[in-house]
């Protein structure tokens, strides 16, 4: 990468990184209507009827007018996977809020239905990254359910074990990945992101097949088969829901969608 590109790419990490701090006490308002489904560290991996949530420059300049999206399309890396027409098209026809989500979920106690995150959570530090399954749980309604994808630390075992060592080192770590939110900090199989959800006191926590489950929108929201660790999860009832003391975050803003 040349320079110029690379110190334009710092700027943008650091300016969505700052958005996303000086939103770090933002609580979103729900539509009432229908259930509620949201979608953590989206990307531009969205289903209609969803409420995605990401840090990155897209979901920063989601509702900007249309000369910005040609100018966060260059800046983004979007291009890559995207035409500027397609991109320009998914910004303006789903729901997206810009979060930071190691400040936790910007969503009311009890206001979900459904919280699907793909390929997100093995971004975030252990710590942090089980604060964000207390958040979940946190936001899901009673009986709501909790869908993870995850890489699967297992096939990363497997494919070192086939002496695909760089490949799995790429895949699983993206260690080149110095800035921003590309760098992957932690790992699960099933048995660790399994015993995480328990102690937070998810319930009927099982491993799932790639776009099958209780979930709506598998079709379009599982992107990933190879290498994918599937896990949902249900929110217990009131009455049986863990002493977990969730972390709480100060309300400070409402933003309406
Ligand atoms: C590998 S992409 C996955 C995108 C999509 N969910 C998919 O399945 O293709 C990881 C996403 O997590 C987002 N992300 C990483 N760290 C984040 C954070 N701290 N807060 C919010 N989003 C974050 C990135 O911006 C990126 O869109």
């Known amino acids: 990468m040349s320079v110029a590109k690379t110190f334009a790419r710092y700027v943008v990490d650091q300016t969505t990184r700052l958005g996303g701090w000086i939103k770090r006490h933002q609580r979103v308002n729900l539509p009432r209507n229908g259930p509620v489904k949201v979608n953590l560290g989206c990307g531009l991996h969205v289903a209609p009827g969803w409420v995605n949530i990401d840090g990155s420059l897209n979901a920063l300049v989601a509702n900007s007018p249309k000369w910005i999206h040609s100018f966060a399309y260059r800046m983004s890396g979007a291009k890559e996977y995207y035409t500027r027409d397609n991109y320009q098209d998914t910004l303006r026809q789903n729901i997206f809020i810009h979060h930071d989500l190691i400040y936790g979920i910007p969503l009311a106690d009890q206001s979900a239905d459904f919280v699907y995150s793909s390929h997100f959570l093995e971004h975030l530090d252990r710590s942090v ?88 929108d598998l079709k379009l929201l599982d992107n990933r088969e190879d290498y994918t660790l599937f896990v ?13 003391s969730h972390k709480v975050i100060a309300e400070n803003g409402n933003l309406k969608i």
């Open 129 to 216: 990254g089980r604060r964000l399954l207390e958040e979940c749980l946190r936001v899901l309604k009673p009986g709501g359910v909790l869908r993870i994808a995850v890489p699967d630390l297992e096939c990363g075992w497997e494919l070192y074990k086939l002496g695909e060592k760089e490949r799995m080192i790429h895949d699983f770590f993206f260690a080149e990945e110095m800035t921003g939110f590309g760098q992957h900090r932690y790992a699960y199989d099933y048995e660790m992101l399994h015993d995480a959800l328990a102690q937070i006191g998810f319930a009927n926590i099982q491993r799932a097949v790639f776009q099958e489950g209780a979930t709506p």
């Open 232 to 244: 949902e999860a249900y929110a217990p009832d009131d009455s049986c829901r863990s002493t977990v």
